[in-house]
C-alpha cells in the first residue's frame, strides 16, 4: 500500500506565506509527476502546480510567481511554497501521484486527504 500524507496547511493572514508538505510513504521505487491541487467551497477541484521527476514544473495562471513548487526524490516528497498569499487561495489543497512504481506494480492516481489552508484577516 502506498500512502501520500500532506501537511502544513493552517490559517495566515493576507499576504503571508505557507510551505505545504506531502510525503509518499510504502514500498516506493520511483514516482512519475506530482502536483497539487486545491478545491474550494461549491467549486471544482483544479490543478495548482505539478512537477515531473525530472523537475520540469507547470503551474496555474493564478498562482504563478506567487507558489513554488519543488520535490526531494530521495525522500518521495513533494512541496508547496506558497508565498503572498490572497483570500481567493482558501481551498483544501490535495497531494496527487500520478503513477507510482511500487513492488508490487504500479498505481496510478494517488491521492493525498488534503489540508485546509485558510487565507483571512
Known amino acids: 500500500q502506498v500512502q501520500l500524507v500532506e501537511s502544513g496547511g493552517g490559517l495566515v493572514q493576507p499576504g503571508g506565506s505557507l510551505r505545504l508538505s506531502c510525503a509518499a510513504s510504502?514500498?516506493?521505487?520511483?514516482?512519475?509527476?506530482m502536483g497539487w491541487y486545491r478545491q474550494a467551497p461549491g467549486k471544482q477541484r483544479e490543478l495548482v502546480a505539478a512537477i515531473t521527476s525530472g523537475g520540469s514544473t507547470n503551474y496555474a495562471d493564478s498562482v504563478k510567481g506567487r507558489f513554488t513548487i519543488s520535490r526531494d526524490n530521495a525522500k518521495n516528497t513533494v512541496y508547496l511554497q506558497m508565498n503572498s498569499l490572497k483570500p481567493e487561495d482558501t481551498a483544501v489543497y490535495y497531494c496527487?501521484?500520478?503513477?507510482?512504481?511500487?513492488?508490487?506494480?504500479?498505481?496510478?492516481?494517488?491521492w493525498g486527504q488534503g489540508t485546509q489552508v485558510t487565507v483571512s484577516s
Open positions: 510504502g514500498s516506493i521505487f520511483s514516482i512519475n509527476a
Open positions: 496527487n501521484a500520478d503513477r507510482i512504481a511500487t513492488m508490487y506494480g504500479p498505481i496510478l492516481g494517488s
